[in-house]
């Protein structure tokens, strides 16, 4: 007898655990008239629900050692290549040839090891000591912004998912996604790496949806400090910048497509969700002599 | 328990504090009986033919033979890092590069215990030492420089920066695998190839490394080992097709390798010797500045070259910071190095035991009065209790030169200015402590102080994103850190 093959279900993430949408619906999107998959239909409650993860995983992940947080990157890479086969089904799914599916892939691993690296170093090139007159010792570093939405690219369900979500969480923010809306399977098979992948919970999560309903809830939040949008829509570009207002959101918009070029490793994006912080701290100068030697 | 004395009230925990054996098991891990060279990602016989033993210091039997290269050896190991870099490593994209050092990170994180239990065998350190410092910070020094293989021109905009081609390197028998990662890491991220001689001491966790290069798939010939003593180093630096001589030991080898590479074009980095000042405060907080002292110049039976061997008390806490610093040095443990207990294992040799055994005697010799508590020192391999000297001048031989043991000069200062005069003037410069509660003072006392690494309210820190490296005699360069990167590189 033929063995009956077990579907999966795609739910989304939040917090580290995979909850149906509280709202209960869900789309289907179609790749060249077939249907991929009942996927979560996001509501507005998600969104909320996966903000106050993220906030709260947010100091814990901030707190983590810059050595630490490199090595949990490095860890969704490793994940990711033991995973390989069924990203590369799922990209097909999607509609990819399978050369551009491996090479998606390879790609995706290769830029989770690139910001893996900047990790600890980001601060140590961009932070500053400061040659101020008066006798203190002044220096400049950069902070992890807080909470970011990020909007992911609609057109690269992996590859600009992940382009987007690293340069994120490398300095220490945590993040609320929405994933491709029609291509989500890589997105919630990747909240599965991240799982198991030593990121706790709540760090990323990751919703499905629909952009024109939940983009203002991004907007909107108060306790979002950042978007990164992916898109290129005007309308909702204007749209964003105009919610972001009331909380003085920071927002960064990178509509370019192709994200197999080099351009996306930079660690100019990991600084564009950072902040920087000047200390001063006095230096007594009793010793007026100095030393002969 | 405190033992009632005629003078003075002092702790003596020796007798009656007993602690129950904890040792480390040494079944898991896996030694040849005979080391070969490892060249162009084998291992090969010396043509040499020669043979030396390597010893556990805290048991003086032999752990392992190991080879000695000659100078036809070190020959056929430059030539294979040299076709190596030619035909493999410098055609490869940082990025590739890089992935190869993670490897490596991941295979010395996944077999950590196996190389601090050989580190603890092979040098005398305790376990308790190798297995959370120096295994932990050399897997995360090449984590650390992986990432920078891909990202060099961040470091240095502007300049464009090139590997050398093939770098000797040269390593210390204190922290054997934490200076030979200190070594090949940066070496490899910036796109170099090596050629590298460990202590002859201390071969093992280098060939240990040497089987896990080849787990990890590594080119042929990008790390070549050649293992011996001086000559074989001698060999590396004098022959003319190494672009640059990376160097960890005394300052009196360093000038000899700066004198036979002058007038070469060969780079050299030297991470010399030491002799660091550690200055308390008045204000300081003195139990942590205690343990720091403790720290600064018992860590690794003080066979490290930033000890802080030279410790400044201000007058007025002198009485209590000593007897704090005695109580303290009572509750010590020494002895065997795979014992989790264990505070100061073995000296890592015979030769280096007459060594520090000659500078007691000179101190004494010279006037200064010497304090060790009591200890029960094993009958068998190499031993120095904690030792401390006072009465001690700025001129006092003690208080001049490296000594690389467990020894601590000590003496007083009144104000700000002696002590900073007084600190500062060594032909030495790789590190000093100061110690205060006041951050104003402490900030002063750093600028202040001619030394790579100042240490404030802690000491013997060290990290891969930190440079370490000294001033003055000291030597020259940086390892780690963004700034430890150019010296294995050149530029437009």
Redesign the interface.
């Known amino acids: 007898m033929e063995r009956l093959e077990i579907l999966k279900t795609y739910k989304i993430y939040i917090g580290g655990a995979f909850p149906r949408t509280e709202s209960g619906r869900y789309y289907a999107p179609f790749v060249n008239k077939t249907p991929i998959g009942n996927i979560c239909l996001s509501s507005r409650k998600d969104v909320r629900n996966a903000v106050v993860a993220a906030r709260s995983a947010q100091s814990g992940w901030a707190g983590k050692s810059a050595a630490n947080r490199s090595q949990i990157l490095y860890r969704i890479a490793e994940i990711l290549e033991g995973r390989r086969a069924q990203f590369q089904s799922e990209l097909e799914l999607q509609g990819s040839s399978k050369a551009n599916a491996t090479k998606e892939i390879n790609a995706t691993i290769d830029r989770l090891i690139y910001f893996a690296g900047w990790c600890d170093k980001v601060t140590q090139v961009f932070g500053s000591v400061n040659p101020v007159a008066s006798s203190h010792f002044n220096f400049s570093t950069q902070e992890p912004t807080g909470v970011v939405g990020i909007i992911a690219p609609e057109d690269s369900s992996l590859l600009g998912l992940v382009s987007f979500i690293a340069p994120v969480i490398a300095s220490g923010n945590t993040c609320v996604v929405l994933a491709s809306e029609n291509m989500p399977l890589c997105s919630i098979t990747f909240a599965e790496v991240l799982a198991t992948s030593d990121v706790p919970g709540g760090v990323v999560n990751i919703l499905t949806g629909n952009t024109k309903e939940l983009l203002e809830h991004f907007g909107k939040h108060m306790d979002v400090n950042a978007i990164f949008y992916g898109r290129s829509s005007d309308d909702e570009i204007k749209k964003l910048q105009t919610l972001a207002i009331d909380n003085l959101k920071r927002i960064k918009i990178k509509s370019e497509g192709d994200y197999l070029n080099d351009k996306w490793e930079n660690p100019y994006l990991i600084l564009d969700f950072m902040e920087v912080k000047t200390t001063w701290h006095p230096i007594e100068a009793i010793s007026a002599t100095g030393s002969v030697y | 328990m405190a033992k009632k004395n005629k003078k003075e009230i002092t702790l003596d925990l020796s007798s009656d504090w007993g602690l129950a054996p904890a040792p480390e098991s040494t079944s898991h891990i896996k030694l040849k009986k005979k080391y070969d060279l490892f060249i162009g990602g084998k291992f090969v016989k010396p043509k040499s033919g020669k043979y030396f033993d390597t010893i556990n210091p805290a048991t003086e039997e032999v752990l392992a033979q190991i080879a000695e290269a000659d100078d036809k050896d070190v020959d056929l190991a430059v030539k294979s890092a040299r076709k190596a870099y030619d035909n493999v490593w410098s055609k490869l994209s940082g990025?590739e590069r890089?992935?190869y050092i993670?490897r490596i990170a991941r295979l010395i994180q996944e077999r950590a215990r196996e190389f601090s239990v050989i580190e603890s065998l092979d040098g005398g350190k305790t376990i308790r030492e190798s297995r959370d410092i120096d295994i932990p910070l050399a897997a995360?020094h090449f984590?650390?420089h992986?990432?920078?293989?891909?990202?060099l021109e961040?470091?240095f905009p502007n300049r464009k920066p090139e590997a050398l081609g093939v770098v000797g390197q040269i390593t210390p028998w204190n922290f054997p695998m934490l200076m030979i990662a200190w070594k090949i890491a940066p070496a490899l991220a910036t796109g170099n190839t090596v050629v590298l001689k460990p202590a002859e001491t201390t071969s093992l966790t280098a060939l240990k490394l040497a089987e896990l290069f080849q787990d990890a798939g590594l080119p042929d010939g990008v790390v070549n080992i050649v293992t011996g003593h001086g000559t074989t180093g001698s060999h590396i630096v004098n022959h003319p097709d190494v672009n640059k001589v990376a160097f960890t030991g005394s300052t009196g080898v360093g000038k000899i390798i700066m004198k036979a590479i002058a007038g070469t074009n060969k780079k050299s980095t030297m991470e010399l010797g030491g002799k660091a000042a550690n200055i308390i405060m008045e204000d300081a907080p003195l139990d942590q500045a205690v343990e720091g002292v403790i720290n600064g110049i018992f860590f690794n039976q003080g066979h490290v070259c930033c000890a802080g061997s030279r410790l400044y008390i201000q007058e007025s806490v002198y009485p209590i910071v000593m007897r704090k610093l005695k109580d303290r040095m009572q509750a010590l443990v020494v002895g065997d190095p795979m014992d989790k207990n264990t505070d100061i294992g073995a000296i890592n040799s015979k030769k280096q035991l007459d060594t520090i055994k000659n500078y007691i005697k000179l101190g004494k010799a010279e006037g200064a009065e010497m304090y060790q508590p009591k200890c029960n020192l094993p009958k068998k391999g190499y031993w120095v209790p904690p030792t401390l000297f006072t009465n001690v001048a700025q001129s006092s031989t003690i208080a001049k030169e490296e000594i690389f043991g467990p020894v601590l000069a000590i003496q007083t200062f009144r104000t700000?200015?002696e002590v900073?005069?007084k600190?500062?003037?060594?032909p030495y410069g790789l590190s000093a402590g100061v110690w205060s509660d006041?951050?104003?003072?402490v900030?002063?006392l750093t600028?202040?102080m001619?030394a790579g690494v100042v240490w404030a309210n802690t000491y013997n820190k060290f990290d891969?994103?930190s440079p370490f490296g000294g001033y003055k005699e000291s030597g020259h360069g940086r390892e780690g850190?963004?700034q430890g990167l150019e010296a294995y590189l050149k530029f437009d």
């Open positions: 990025k890089g992935k993670y995360a984590f650390y992986a990432g920078w293989a891909d990202k961040y470091a700000i200015d900073i005069n600190a500062n003037n060594t006041k951050g104003s003072k900030f002063n600028s202040q001619k891969p994103t850190g963004m």
